[in-house]
């Protein structure tokens, strides 16, 4: 087959699906499958715009009540405002995932104020590049915000997760751009990529080491030499070690006991229409929310430690 008939085929296929998970969404939970109420506490960071806001709009419409939060207060509180003129069960609190002052005060209002949460949608992220573009100009920021941001915050809230039958949920919201066995934009180093993917012997310092060493490289300006994603570099960086922090938090979790397991999967939003792509895009944000909703819903969860894209496993 041809580059240009694969290329319609891919297409057709994202067509198709697109069709079908706009089918899907039209399918109400039945009252057996619905875990949750309005006593059920979500928290989604970077929730003022784009796929954050979104994902939050979507989840309230189900019946969660949601914490919107924003680093800009001003903002964040806007974009609440406009849930709740809907009607919605939206409330709003700033947070800053980088910064320890401003998730101390977060954590410890929502422990005042709702005793914890049931579900966390890590959301919140930069990138610095569009189209051809791969500047490492940000590398740092994009790295700590969207990788470190995102650990952060799964520490941090860990704790405050309410025991349950249905058991937490966290997602993490990733890319494909972060696969590590994907069929383009591949770790070069075999030996780092077997590291990665095995999680009998997988440890937060070895991701870790595999960021700082690509920030390191960055500083020193021998990166492009250093056999990381061709594409996006820093992003698909951060977002590989988001996938995979997400495989190593669903094994340390599984050990909790019943009524206080937690459940952590990462999906791909797939390409879509916000600031991060300038706009660019071919769904919208409406859309590429649609799975992260789903995944946090899901009925009788027992899936975790997977990546998921358009309401499917795919390959990590
Ligand atoms: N759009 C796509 O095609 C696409 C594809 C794959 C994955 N994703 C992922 O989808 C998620 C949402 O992206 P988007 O497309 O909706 O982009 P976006 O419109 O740029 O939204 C990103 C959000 O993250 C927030 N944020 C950034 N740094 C933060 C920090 N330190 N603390 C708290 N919030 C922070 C931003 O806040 P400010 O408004 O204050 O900047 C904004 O609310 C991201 O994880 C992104 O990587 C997007």
Known sequence: MGKTEKTEKAKERREKRRQEISLLRTIPYSDHQRWWSAETIAVVTGGNRGIGFEITRQLAAHGVTVILTSRDPNVGLEAANVLQEGGLNVFFHQLDVLEPVSIK?????????????????????VNYNQGSDNSVEHAAQVCFTNYYGTKNMIQALIPLMKHSSAGGRIVNVSSRLGRLNGKRNKIEDQNLREQLANTETLTEEIIDGAVNSFLKQVEEGTWESGGWPKTFTDYSVSKLAVNTY????????SDRPEDEKIYINCYCPGWVKTAMTGYAGNISAEEGADTAVWLALLPDQAITGKFFAERREIKY
Request: hydrophobic share 50%.
């Open 105 to 125: 005060e977060f954590c410890d209002w929502l422990v005042e104020n709702y005793g914890g949460l049931d579900i966390l949608v890590n959301n919140a992220a």
């Open 246 to 253: 997400t495989r190593l938090m669903a094994k340390i979790l």
